[in-house]
């Protein structure tokens, strides 16, 4: 029941597409749904979060999308370039605890 | 955002020697730190949850006299890997709660431990 699971592994996008990465939790005391974006041998950076009060989030070119009575939320990157590319990972956590991390997704936007 | 310095971010040691790695926040308070370990190509692992003053929370698996974790500022929060073999070889990353009402985390660089 703490577990998030995360969608696709691995996803390829060419420039000016759309990156969609979807998340399922089981958890409905999860209260905050983080999105994080890494690079190679970097640590996580926080793109853009989202509490359950709201069904959508958009900062710039991500949008975070948010279906609380299937219990999914998804990260859509608009205009996708090359320097998207990374694994990004979903999250979620209930109240101070700990957040539980998706199994990431790499992708990759070629030119 | 929130920055949080993690260091150093590249470290080489020989086997049975211990390594201590540094986590600061250093524009805000950090009442919690996490310590994660990642393998390649995979998610974060937690390790265990530290709060300023109090000993940490280690997690199921994790050998906590191995991974020494202190955290005796609101601003600094340290790991230790003693007697470091090459299967503790891995990327190490921390990050910071800002405050215990802000669920936000925020994440350090990484240290890369490589056991030789």
Not at chain 1, 19 to 39: G, L, R, V
Not at chain 1, 61 to 84: C, E, V, W, Y
Not at chain 2, 47 to 61: H, L
Request: aromatic letters at 12%; charged letters at 20%.
């Amino acid at each position: 029941q703490q577990q998030v699971k995360q969608s696709p592994q691995s996803l390829i996008v060419q420039k000016g597409g759309i990156s969609i990465i979807n998340c399922a939790y089981e958890n409905t005391a999860f209260d905050y749904f983080p999105w994080y974006q890494q690079f190679p041998g970097k640590g996580p950076a926080l793109l853009i979060a989202i509490r359950p009060d709201v069904s959508e989030k958009k900062e710039g070119r991500f949008t975070i999308s948010f279906n609380k009575s299937a219990k999914q939320f998804s990260l859509h990157i608009m205009d996708s370039q090359p320097g998207d590319s990374a694994t990004y990972f979903c999250a979620a956590s209930k109240g101070n605890d700990k957040l539980i991390f998706g199994t990431g997704t790499r992708l990759q936007v070629f030119p | 955002g929130a920055v949080v310095s993690q260091h150093p971010s590249r470290v080489i040691c020989k086997s049975g020697t211990s390594v201590k790695i540094e986590c600061r926040s250093l524009d805000f308070q950090a009442t919690t730190m996490f310590w994660y370990r990642q393998f390649p190509k995979q998610s974060l692992m937690l390790m265990a949850t530290s709060n300023e003053g109090s000993k940490a929370t280690y997690e199921q698996g994790v050998e906590k006299d191995k991974f020494l974790i202190n955290h005796a500022s609101l601003t600094l929060s340290t790991l230790t890997v003693t007697s470091a073999h090459p299967e503790d070889s891995s990327f190490y990353i921390c990050s910071a709660r800002r405050g215990a009402l802000n669920t936000e985390a925020f994440f350090g660089q990484g240290t890369r431990l490589t056991v030789v």
